[in-house]
């Protein structure tokens, strides 16, 4: 099992900056892929951005690439999403996700092939 919390969410104005965290705990984490996720009122959960814990490999979506970064902090297993040029469209619950690594790059972007989930974080960029 592993438990996933995230924070740092809150309200920002176009075109600033925020940072949200996710501390995991639990089962070794060495073999996780760490998933960002966000929906927004009445869309499905949509991939924002993952990394591998093992290795250097990142992933984003079209929409934010150049924009957000995804890390890590493995002495503090934390994985951060720090978010700058915020849209009003970035506007959503924002949900760290992790699974298991089967190496299969396109299971990355999927929210159906993660197994664990936090709780949420909201995230509202205001215009």
């Not at 060495?30 to 093992?54: C, D, H, T």
């Amino acid at each position: 099992q592993v438990q996933l919390v995230e924070s740092g969410g809150g309200l920002v104005q176009a075109g600033g900056s925020l940072r949200v965290s996710c501390a995991a705990s639990g089962r070794t984490l060495s073999n996780l892929v760490m998933g960002w996720f966000r929906q927004a009122p009445g869309k499905e959960r949509e991939f924002a951005a993952a990394i591998r814990w093992s290795g250097r490999s990142t992933y984003y979506a079209d929409s934010v690439k150049g924009r957000f970064t995804i890390s890590r902090d493995n002495a503090k297993n934390t994985v951060h999403l720090q978010m700058n040029s915020l849209k009003p469209e970035d506007t959503a619950v924002y949900y760290c996700a992790a699974k298991e690594d089967t190496y299969f790059i396109r299971t990355y972007y999927s929210p159906d092939e993660y197994d664990y989930w936090g709780q949420g974080t909201r995230v509202t960029v205001s215009s």
